[in-house]
């Protein structure tokens, strides 16, 4: 039960894009070791910044 | 490097040193498995014998619900993987533009669950929901059919052709494949085609939403109450918490559902409900104010918020809709074909079910916009090229189910209170009694093909009450319909009493996803307008996404465009969305004809000619559906189908001094010549874009043909270094291969997650 409720967040949070910033820290922890990593807010500053730039499309 | 396993099961390695990245199987069939899809086909054609040949006085929503799941899921185990080994031909081995170029950011491995459904909430929106309910009118068979039949031979099939082209091109955008597969003219017709299209769409749903909220105080007033939640939301995000998107989320929910309570309340205040009581045209006026704000504000502010919430409630409300129906049962209320399939005189919309049916019921069955994101987004995104097939298949057949449902909801409410409902005021007159007696004139049949004793005012009056509104007469566009069926079904939850917040639900939940597409539409608009702009001589500047003021003025002129079709079509006597839903119909299904001359022509190209008869039968049958439309739209002497005919009928009668119905005045008048004429030319600017396009396609394709195959843009191979499995289970192959890289203490993917 309690197994199912955590996937179930799991799942919803990738689907949401809650998890955003922990992939990203995952993705420089495992690909750029050593290298800065940004803050959770200036994380979301930027990919706010990069859709503002690009938006992507929604559909009917 | 390949290894044959056991049992015809091969696996390869791009490194000799790593786990492998991909599984072959045997294509064959096991006994258990025949034996359990033997039993799904069976159940399927049961529920298909029930809806379409037995038909009977009484039948249950059930049999939708079974006739779909059974078709669903034997096109996807046998069609798509026809399709898949065929045609795709998937390369396990190649790296997706997702794990070759991740970025932590837009490119990024993402487990296939969660992208089935990031793929899914990124394609449903407001149509599939509303199509089905205009469809309704000619019975409940020829539309259900089509969207189940149509979306296993057309729209998945351009869905998932269109990703697989995309993830082989770095993820880039059906444009810009079309720019570099049919030359540079097909190309910029495809582009101008993408442009023009979206306007009509975002005018049309705007008409739509606007049809559900004029004189409705508790509408407008919890609508209206998504944009401080959204700022507030904003806020809390940049601010506050930065991201705790599900905290927000759960707190935008919760205070979007306080907002529909308190609408009840508005509704009730005796000034509170004047000041919320707008009529169609101040309400297009807010929406135009709304999209130029809301796509020029910064997206944290608004934009992304909403985003959040509309999944939410995208992803919970149809869950939720599928509880409810499975729970109610409702027993149909529609003939399976009404009188309205053969003539050409329907109330929700003109003309006779070939070609008008299958323009009406678009997103369900196919869409074009899918296009759009299925080469913009998910390739980005996508783990392995095998998984297409679940994603871009697979989501849209959930699409085709919510449009199914949309059918369910609209084919279980009493027949009179939807036509009353769905005509436009020119014919129902426009109160109650009027309504009653139009829709008492219709001479219905119940589904037992007996007359349907008449009602009078007081059913429509009652009908009203029950969900909270003054009247439910001609309160067109689709989404009324839904939401009053939906409040109907929605209603064993909570019993009688809940039906007004219910329907109001409903109605917020369809403006959500309206609002999205405006803004988002608007942002995507603009950005393809500078772009274009840029390509001028002298105006390249548009190019650069952080020159505010070249925003503002793209912007500005996106938003005249949709804008423009918008107050025009609130403003039409004859009923904006009697008028314009056909053109958003047909824009919708050019744009998917657009999508499938571009990958049938990939094929053609790679030399798979053999093959290319399945994007190209939904072709050659979208562009006689759309084509013969257009030509009636066009060139039709009914004046109720052609626009120019009606156009030249209101001409002559303006001249002579005299006033023809529906119009009352002479500005009514005026207002009709000039809509027309504006429809009628957009009709022949749509079909002119789609055919250069398709004619510039044909000549590729014989040049391929004459030559074996010519070079794609595809991008050239990179092997990949992860593994995971290509559907929703693992495979006893794919278990294994999951294992030796647990044994070798590798991560499969980067995802975090696998099973």
Known sequence: MAQAARDLRWWFRGVTGADAYERYAAHMARTHPGSPVLSERDFWRQKHADQDANPGARCC | MSQDVHDGVRTHRTDPDR?????????????????????????????????????????????????????Y?????????????????????????????????????????????????????????????????????????????????????????????????RGRSLGQMARDELGPVGGTAAILGVLTIMLILIAVLGIVIIGALAESPWGVFSIAMTIP?????????????????????????????????????????????ETFTLSPGTLAWLLIAYGFAAAVLPVWLLLAPRDYLSTFMKVGTIALLALGILAARPTVQMPAVTQFAHTDNGPAFAGSLFPFLFITIACGALSGFHALISSGTTPKLIEKESQARMIGYGSMLVESFVAVMAMVAAVSIDQHTYFAMNATKALTGGTAESAAAYVNGLKLLNPAGMPIPPIDASVLNAAAESVGEKSIVSRTGGAPTLAFGMSDIMSVFGGESLKSFWYHFAVMFEALFILTTVDAGTRVARFMFSDALGNLPGLGKFKDPSWRVGAWIATFIV???????????????????????????????????????????????????????????PLLWDL?????????????????????????????????????????????????????????????????????????????????????????????????????????????????????WKAAGLEPTPTGRHA
């Open chain 2, 19 to 71: 786990p492998p990245v991909a599984v072959e199987e045997p294509h064959t069939i096991t006994g258990k498995e025949k034996a359990v899809f033997g039993g799904i086909a069976l159940l399927g054609a049961i529920a298909w014998a029930m809806l379409a040949i037995v038909r009977g006085e009484n039948v249950s929503a059930i049999w939708f619900v079974f006739a779909a799941l059974c078709t």
């Open chain 2, 73 to 169: 899921i034997i096109a996807f185990r046998f069609y798509a993987r026809l399709i898949e080994y065929k045609v795709i031909r998937p390369r396990d081995t190649r790296a997706t533009p997702a794990e070759e170029l991740e970025n932590g950011k837009d490119f990024m491995p993402t487990d296939r669950r969660v992208l089935f459904g990031h793929h899914f909430a990124a394609i449903a929106g407001a149509g599939p929901l509303v199509g089905p309910v205009l469809a309704a009118q000619m019975g409940y068979l020829p539309g259900t059919m089509w969207i189940i039949i149509g979306v296993v031979f057309a729209g998945a099939v351009q869905d998932y052709m269109v990703l697989h082209m995309s993830i082989r091109r």
């Open chain 2, 229 to 273: 939640i959204a700022l507030f939301m904003g806020v809390y995000l940049r601010y506050l918490r930065p991201g705790a998107v599900t905290e927000v989320s759960v707190i935008g929910v919760v205070l979007l559902l306080a907002s529909i309570v308190a609408g009840g309340w508005v509704n009730n205040h005796p000034t509170l409900s």
């Open chain 2, 559 to 617: 938003v005249a465009g949709w804008g423009s079709i918008l107050v025009m079509g609130v403003h039409d006597p004859l009923g904006g969305i009697y008028t314009l839903f056909p053109l958003f119909g047909i824009a919708n299904q050019l744009l998917a004809a657009i999508a499938l001359t571009v990958v049938t022509t990939v094929l053609v190209k790679r030399g798979q000619a053999k093959w290319a008869w399945i994007p190209g039968l």
């Open chain 2, 624 to 740: 006689i559906v759309t084509m013969s439309a257009s030509y009636q739209k066009i060139f039709s002497d009914n004046p109720k189908i052609g626009y120019f005919t009606q156009h030249d009928a209101f001409v002559a009668a303006r001249d002579a001094g005299k006033v023809l119905p529906p119009a009352k005045s002479a500005a009514d008048m005026d207002k009709v010549v000039f809509n027309t004429m504006v429809q009628g030319t957009l009709s022949v600017i749509f079909a002119s874009l789609v055919l250069i396009v398709v004619l510039s396609a044909i000549v590729v394709c014989v040049k391929a043909i004459r030559s074996g195959g010519l070079p794609t843009s595809e991008a050239e191979d990179v092997p990949s270094q992860i593994f995971a499995p290509r559907s929703f289970l693992p495979t006893a192959a794919e278990k294994e291969v999951l294992a030796e």
